[in-house]
């Protein structure tokens, strides 16, 4: 018996050594991006990988919060490097209160968005805002995880560039 326990044990080890061997040592893809997708320099995706196309706020807030500010950061720097690009700047609310006070909660969003990245030396002139209040939002769930996702500004790329 004791050699038949013996010979499962080294048979078990020698298939965990062999599927050992034949995985890979690669790094997991952790960017959402297949290995082979190539982000073009001054592209959309480029944009939205390299500078992080949104921000969001606090619950009945269109003040930037610190997070918002380092997006808004990188977004400023990648919009000076590409000089001839332009944003529409979306503001976005969660389901609750009334339309009308959501698109106008949507418009200020979009605002201290655009304004801030004025403050970073990004020229009015290629910053636009529009505000879709409630009526766009990233997840339908009525819990607060949910409607985090849906208090946010979006940076669009409107123009200038050709992907």
């Known amino acids: 018996m004791s050699t038949f326990s013996t010979a499962v044990k080294l048979a078990a080890v020698s298939v965990l050594l062999l599927l050992t061997a034949c995985s890979s040592?690669?790094?997991?893809?952790?960017?959402?991006?297949?290995?082979?997708?190539?982000?073009?320099?001054?592209?959309?995706?480029?944009?939205?990988?390299n500078a992080g196309d949104r921000v969001f706020f606090d619950f009945d807030s269109s003040d930037i919060r610190p997070d918002a500010a380092a997006t808004l950061q990188k977004q400023a720097a990648w919009l000076k490097r590409y000089a001839s690009v332009t944003l529409s700047v979306e503001g976005h609310c969660d389901e609750r209160g009334t339309r009308e006070y959501n698109l106008a909660l949507g418009a200020r969003r979009?605002?201290?968005?655009?304004?801030?990245?004025?403050?970073?030396?990004?020229?009015?002139?290629?910053?636009?805002?529009?505000?879709?209040?409630?009526?766009?939002?990233?997840?339908?769930?009525?819990?607060?995880?949910?409607?985090?996702?849906?208090?946010?500004?979006?940076?669009?790329?409107?123009?200038?560039?050709?992907?």
């Open 25 to 49: 040592t690669k790094p997991a893809n952790t960017s959402g991006m297949s290995s082979s997708e190539t982000i073009v320099p001054g592209s959309k995706r480029d944009f939205e990988v």
């Open 110 to 163: 979009a605002s201290a968005t655009k304004e801030y990245l004025i403050g970073q030396g990004i020229s009015a002139s290629r910053l636009e805002t529009i505000s879709y209040g409630k009526e766009k939002p990233m997840c339908v769930e009525s819990n607060e995880g949910c409607w985090a996702q849906n208090r946010r500004a979006v940076s669009v790329i409107s123009g200038g560039v050709s992907s």
